[in-house]
């Protein structure tokens, strides 16, 4: 079962257990719960649902692993030649780290596939 959710002008795909890196939030905190409500598509192994533009009544629920970390350092530097002018700044994104607990899609219909069937299917896409 997966979900693609909007966040922060981005969609995520994501299933139960997922981490990801969000935009920073400066209102949370860690181990609080956070409810994403734009749902754009799900799907639990049958067919699809999509919404129009969202699904009405669908959320993800994540935890927040971390309220605050930083991304990686990205290096500006501006350099016109022959002017003798150079100038050089950085620049690290903050982000929140949360943890997928739950994806709640009403009316969605939940396939299980028996663990030998899906190992099966996985050798065979491989």
Do not use: C, W
């Not at 139960?16 to 994403?36: H, K, M």
């Amino acid at each position: 079962m997966f979900a693609v959710f909007e966040d922060g002008g981005r969609q995520f795909r994501v299933k139960t257990g997922d981490v990801l890196a969000i935009d920073y939030r400066s209102d949370v905190e860690d181990g609080q719960t956070i409810t994403f409500d734009k749902v754009l598509l799900a799907n639990g192994g049958g067919p699809s649902i999509v919404g129009q533009p969202v699904i009405s009544g669908a959320a993800v629920t994540a935890e927040v692993v971390l309220a605050q970390m930083k991304g990686v350092k990205l290096e500006i530097q501006t350099f016109h030649r022959r002017n003798a002018s150079r100038r050089h700044t950085g620049h690290r994104q903050k982000y929140t780290r949360v943890k997928i607990t739950n994806i709640a899609v009403p009316s969605l219909q939940v396939v299980e596939r028996p663990a030998a069937e899906a190992a099966v299917a996985a050798t065979a896409a491989n």
